[in-house]
């Protein structure tokens, strides 16, 4: 290269920084799209052509797990009771597992019999029989998954539904892929589930708005850098009965819509996977047990909603900021037992 053409190609190079920041963009590529029955929207610092290849990874994440889709993995474990699956499947199924059994059950992947039993899955709504809930219940037990080298097996009438980790992991596929092309700085919303990668191209943290559960925009924001956001409602599927309001997210010991006074949790860290089962399980948990597991564990910190306050983590001390109604209400901080 010619000595004046490379001082051609700093200078433009020092002009465009005072602008934007040399070789940065300021705003990233974006899109949106349908997955996993949720609008998903992608932002990255990077090429282009990565938008599509994450639409892409998921839109197989979703072809191979799907409940709905007859020709899935998932599916034909659930139809025959054994199934061969892919090593990204089983990997999956072991840490969702793993969930369960950290959780002490209040995550459950097998608790799809009960779901179904309400009608979560095809949109028919009813509150079921107690008689047809006993018995889907009788087919909930995580711990007779069995996973041998490529095979998955159930016990006999048992499905399973990964509805509750699904958008965790695939954030995290994406996250990977990004990671492996480069990528220092992009942002995925899965239908609310938020993951961010790194910090935005200016060093600062991302701000993250975690929703108000009665649907009235924000009852709080929080900065993250390189985090996952996720977040468990009621609010985000129900149906009202007799003036009842029954959601989706159930307690596998009882078969119901867990009731506990929590309107949302929102879990935060490094996992995004692990985000997503643990706000599902925090939310059947219930405040007290939440908050009691919160401290024998390390790896996250979360936020709890409930109709007059809002309580969260001491990780999340500085960095959350109540909105809304939230703002004219007391933010309870949960210390770390130091004993
Ligand atoms: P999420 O939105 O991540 O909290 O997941 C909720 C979805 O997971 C529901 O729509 C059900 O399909 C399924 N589900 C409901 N209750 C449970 C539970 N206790 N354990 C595992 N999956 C559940
Ligand atoms: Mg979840």
Redesign the pocket.
């Known amino acids: 290269m010619q000595v004046n053409e490379v001082k051609r190609r700093l200078l433009s190079c020092v002009l465009t920084a005072l602008l934007s920041g040399c070789g940065q963009q300021t705003e990233p590529h974006s899109a949106t799209f349908f997955a996993m029955d949720t609008v998903m929207e992608l932002a990255v610092y990077g090429s282009e052509s990565l938008l599509a290849e994450g639409e892409e990874l998921i839109l197989d994440i979703e072809q191979r797990l799907s409940v709905t889709d007859s020709s899935s993995e998932i599916a034909e474990l659930n139809r025959n009771g054994k199934a061969a699956v892919t090593s990204e499947t089983e990997s999956l199924l072991e840490k969702a597992l793993a969930l ?1 059994e950290r959780t002490d059950g ?4 097998t ?2 019999p ?2 179904r039993a309400w009608g ?2 095809t949109g028919e709504y009813k509150v079921p029989e107690e008689i047809d809930l006993i018995d889907a219940l009788a087919l909930v037990d995580y711990r007779k998954v069995k996973l041998d080298s490529g095979t998955a097996s159930l016990s006999p009438g048992m499905q399973i ?1 990964l ?3 699904a ?2 992991w695939a954030g995290d596929k994406v996250m990977e892929m990004f990671r492996q092309r480069g990528v220092e700085s992009a942002l995925l919303n899965l239908g609310g ?1 938020v993951q961010a990668l790194g910090s935005k191209p200016d060093g600062s943290s991302w701000r993250v708005g975690v929703r108000s559960p009665s649907g009235d925009g924000y009852a709080g924001a929080v900065e993250i850098s390189d985090k996952a956001v ?1 977040t ?2 009621g609010y ?2 129900f149906f009202e009965e007799n003036g009842n309001r029954y959601h ?5 010991k009882t078969g119901w819509p ?1 009731s506990n006074g929590l309107l949302s949790v929102t879990v935060i860290g490094d996992s995004g996977i692990a985000c ?2 643990l ?3 925090l ?2 948990m219930g405040p007290e047990r939440a908050l009691t597991f919160w401290e024998t564990q390390g790896d996250f910190e979360a936020i709890f909603i409930m109709e007059d306050k809002v309580v969260i983590t001491d990780g999340l001390a500085d960095s959350f900021e109540p909105l809304g109604k939230y703002a004219d209400m007391k933010v309870e901080v949960q210390y770390r037992d130091k004993d």
């Open positions: 369960c209040a995550l459950d992947i608790v799809y009960v779901v979560f899955t539904d509805g509750s980790v958008k965790g589930n996720i468990s409602g985000q599927r989706h997210i159930i307690d596998p867990a997503d089962g706000s599902t399980a939310f059947v």
